[in-house]
């Protein structure tokens, strides 16, 4: 959910299934986003990316990511790679929308 001005994410919650590394993932970002500004958001989900994409080689920036840090070790399993992002490009593709209907 976002705010009246569309640039802060409050009252999350989420209902999924899957993998331990896709619920871990969803379970480290929901926590980590409640309460942040979508600019900050886009920070953290872009750094996860770029960390998912590095084959472990990536140093991310522990400030922007938080907890999401201690998935760094997926990232050296490419089929398990989109485990771990399919919880951020969901939060993206809803605030997208979100703002979208503003």
């Known amino acids: 959910l976002l705010s009246e001005d569309g640039?802060?994410?409050h009252k999350v919650s989420y209902d999924s299934t899957g993998c331990s590394i896709s619920q871990a993932?969803?379970?480290?970002m929901f926590e980590?986003?409640?309460?942040?500004s979508t600019e900050d958001f886009d920070k953290a989900s872009n750094e996860f990316l770029a960390m998912m994409q590095s084959k472990g080689?990536?140093?991310?920036?522990e400030d922007i990511l938080?907890?999401?840090i201690s998935m760094i070790g997926v990232a050296q399993?490419?089929?398990?790679?989109k485990c771990a992002l399919l919880?951020?490009?969901a939060a993206k593709d809803a605030?997208?929308?979100?703002?979208?209907?503003?």
């Open 66 to 68: 938080g907890d999401g």
């Open 77 to 81: 399993y490419p089929a398990r790679i």
């Open 25 to 28: 993932s969803a379970s480290i």
């Open 95 to 102: 605030i997208i929308r979100a703002n979208g209907d503003k």
């Open 87 to 89: 919880s951020w490009m």
């Open 32 to 36: 980590q986003v409640d309460g942040k």
């Open 57 to 61: 080689i990536f140093e991310p920036n």
């Open 7 to 9: 640039k802060t994410i």
